[in-house]
C-alpha cells in the first residue's frame, strides 16, 4: 500500500439514527489523495461528502475500512491535518484575530506570536482591518474565511475543506479560489475539497471524484490535465469545458436519483 | 450611558423622569389617604410615618443584624443552588438519557411552590437555618439547571467537532468553547436562581427563623407594629431593586464582553 498521502481505503459509514434505525450514508469509497496533491469531492446534497470529510479528519469511525494517512491508521484527528467545516465555525466572542489564532493556542503556541502570524494569515484571506471584529460583525463568506485562515495558520500537511466558499458570491469565489490556489501551489499541502461547483472543483483541482447519491460510492474519478499555475484564461479553454460537461454529465444523473429517493421530483428523462 | 432620546424628545418626557413622578405621586396619593382618615392606622401608616421609622430602624442594631443574616442565608442558599443547578444542568446535558429521565421532575418542580414543604423539613430539621436554606438553595437550583441545560443543548455541533479536531483536552473544549458558548444563556439563569433565593429565604424566614429581615417583617406584622413592618417591607423592597438593578448590569456586561 502507498506510503505517503492519504489513502481511503473501502470506507462504509453507517449513521444510527435518533429513533435507533441506521442509515448507510457510505457504502464503498477508495481513493488516494497522493502527497501534495488538490482532490475535489463533488456529489449531490445528502450523498455523504461531508461524512467522508469527519472520516479523513478523525473525527468519526467508520463502519467498514479505513484511512491512512502517511502508513499510519486514522485513529483520532491528527496534527497534521486542518479541517474547514461546511457551517460556521467561528467563535462569537472571539475576534478574528482570536478565531484564527485559536488553533496555535491550543497547539500552545505563545500568545505574541500566534496572534503577529494570525495577522499575516488573515491579510492572505482578504480580511485586513477586520483583525479586531468579532463574527457577528462579519458577512457569512468572511466567516468561512476565518475559518480558512485558522485552518491555514496550523500549517498542516493535509488540509480538509467542506464547501468552504459555500456563502460566498460567484466573483469573491473566484478570488479567493485563486488566492487558495497561490497558497497552495506555494506550499503544496495536499487538498481533499469539497464543493458543489463543477467549475470551481475542475479550476482548483489535479482529480475530481464524483460521488453517487446515497448510499455513496465513486462513480468516476476525473484527472484534470490542465497546466498548473492556473490562470484566469484556463477556464476558457476548450479542456476545461470538455471536462466541466463531463463531471456535469455524471453529476446530473445521480442528483436526480438523489431528489427521487427523497420523493422531492419526479422527472421523466 | 450614550443614549439617543429615545421616545419623549424634552428632558421632561424622559422614562426615567416620568418612572420617578409616578411613585412620587402614588406616594402623595397614599399620604393623602392615610392622612385623611380613609385607610385605618393599622392598615397603612402614612408613608412619612414609615420613612421616618425606616430612617430610625436602619440605624438600630438588630436591623443590621437581619440584614447580614439574610445576606448571609440568601448568598449561602443560591452559592449552593448555583453550583448544584450547573452541575445537574451539565449532567442532562451530557447524559442525555439522565436528562430525559429527571427533566420533567424538574420542570414540574418549576411550577410548584416548593415552599408548601416546610412542614416536612420543618419535622425533619427542626427550626433553624436549615430548612431555610434548603427550601430557598432548591428553589435557586431549578432555573440554573434548566437555562444550563438549555444553553448546552442550544451550542452547535460544529463547535466541539472544530475542538476535538483541533485536539483540544476535556478542559480546553469545556473552558475555551463550551462555556463561553453557553454563558449568554447561562448568566439569565443565575439571575433568576438570584432572584428565587431572595424569595425561598425571606418567605422562610417569615415562618421558620428567629432572626433575618423576613421574621422581623412577620414579628412586627404579629405585634401590631405596623409602621415598623412597612419600613420593614420597604427596606426589603429597596434591597431588592438594588439587587437587581446590579445583576441586570451584570447580565449586560457578561452578555457584551462575551460577544
Ligand atoms: N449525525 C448524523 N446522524 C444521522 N444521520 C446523519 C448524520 N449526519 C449526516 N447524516 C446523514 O448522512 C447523509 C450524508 O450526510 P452528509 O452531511 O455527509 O452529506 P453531504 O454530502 O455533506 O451533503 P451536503 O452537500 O448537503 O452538505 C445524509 O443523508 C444525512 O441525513
Ligand atoms: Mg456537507
Known amino acids: ?269 | 450611558m450614550n443614549r439617543t432620546s429615545s421616545g419623549g424628545g424634552t428632558l421632561l418626557l424622559r422614562p426615567p423622569l416620568v418612572r420617578a413622578a409616578l411613585v412620587l405621586a402614588v406616594v402623595a396619593v397614599l399620604e393623602a389617604a392615610a392622612r385623611g382618615g380613609l385607610v385605618e392606622p393599622l392598615v397603612m401608616p402614612p408613608p412619612s410615618v414609615m420613612f421616618a421609622r425606616l430612617v430610625e430602624i436602619v440605624r438600630s442594631g438588630p436591623f443590621v443584624t437581619d440584614l447580614v443574616v439574610t445576606g448571609a442565608t440568601v448568598a449561602t442558599a443560591f452559592g449552593l443552588g448555583g453550583l448544584v443547578g450547573l452541575m445537574i444542568g451539565i449532567l442532562f446535558w451530557r447524559f442525555p438519557f439522565s436528562g430525559a429521565v429527571f427533566e420533567p421532575y424538574l420542570v414540574s418542580m418549576y411550577s410548584m411552590p416548593t415552599i408548601v414543604f416546610y412542614p416536612i423539613l420543618l419535622a425533619v430539621f427542626g427550626l433553624g437555618t436549615k430548612p431555610i436554606m434548603i427550601i430557598a438553595s432548591t428553589m435557586a437550583l431549578i432555573p440554573v439547571a434548566l437555562n444550563t441545560m438549555v444553553a448546552l443543548r442550544a451550542i452547535p455541533p460544529t463547535l466541539p467537532k472544530l475542538a476535538r479536531s483541533l485536539n483540544c483536552t476535556r478542559l480546553q473544549t469545556y473552558r475555551k468553547v463550551l462555556a463561553p458558548a453557553a454563558v449568554p444563556m447561562v448568566v439569565p439563569g443565575l439571575v433568576l436562581g438570584f432572584i428565587y433565593a431572595v424569595i425561598g429565604t425571606i418567605a422562610m424566614e417569615f415562618i421558620l427563623a428567629s432572626r433575618g429581615l423576613g421574621y422581623r417583617t412577620g414579628f412586627f406584622y404579629r405585634s401590631f407594629e405596623i409602621a415598623d413592618m412597612y419600613a420593614y417591607i420597604l427596606v426589603i423592597s429597596i434591597v431588592a431593586i438594588i439587587v437587581n438593578v446590579g445583576l441586570n448590569y451584570f447580565e449586560r456586561r457578561i452578555r457584551r464582553d462575551m460577544q
Open chain 1, 1 to 269: 500500500m502507498q506510503r505517503t498521502g492519504v489513502v481511503l481505503d473501502r470506507v462504509g459509514v453507517v449513521y444510527t439514527t435518533n429513533d435507533g434505525g441506521s442509515l448507510e450514508a457510505v457504502r464503498d469509497v477508495s481513493g488516494v489523495v497522493a502527497d501534495g496533491r488538490f482532490v475535489s469531492l463533488i456529489g449531490p446534497s445528502g450523498c455523504g461528502k461531508s461524512t467522508l470529510l469527519d472520516v479523513v479528519g478523525g473525527l468519526l469511525r467508520p463502519a467498514r475500512g479505513g484511512v491512512v494517512i502517511n502508513g499510519e491508521q486514522v485513529s483520532g484527528p491528527r496534527r497534521d491535518t486542518a479541517m474547514v467545516f461546511q457551517e460556521d465555525s467561528t467563535l462569537h466572542w472571539r475576534t478574528v484575530v482570536g478565531n484564527v489564532a485559536f488553533g496555535l493556542e491550543i497547539a500552545g503556541v505563545g500568545r505574541r506570536e500566534r496572534e503577529a502570524r494570525a495577522r499575516d494569515v488573515i491579510k492572505l484571506v482578504g480580511l485586513a482591518g477586520f483583525e479586531d471584529r468579532h463574527p457577528r460583525e462579519l458577512s457569512g463568506g468572511m466567516k468561512q474565511r476565518v475559518a480558512i485562515a485558522r485552518a491555514l495558520l496550523l500549517d498542516p500537511r493535509i488540509m480538509l475543506m467542506d464547501e468552504p466558499f459555500g456563502a460566498l458570491d460567484q466573483q469573491t469565489r473566484m478570488f479567493i479560489g485563486r488566492e487558495l490556489l497561490r497558497v497552495w501551489e506555494e506550499t503544496r499541502k495536499s487538498v481533499l475539497f469539497v464543493t458543489h461547483d463543477i467549475q470551481e472543483a475542475v479550476y482548483l483541482s489535479d482529480e475530481v471524484w464524483v460521488m453517487s447519491a446515497r448510499p455513496s460510492v465513486i462513480k468516476s474519478k476525473i484527472a484534470v490535465d490542465l497546466d498548473r499555475p492556473r490562470a484566469p484564461g484556463t477556464m476558457g479553454s476548450r479542456r476545461f469545458h470538455e471536462l466541466t460537461s463531463e463531471v456535469w454529465e455524471l453529476l446530473r444523473v445521480e442528483s436526480e436519483k438523489a431528489l427521487d429517493a427523497s420523493g422531492e421530483l419526479r422527472t421523466t428523462p
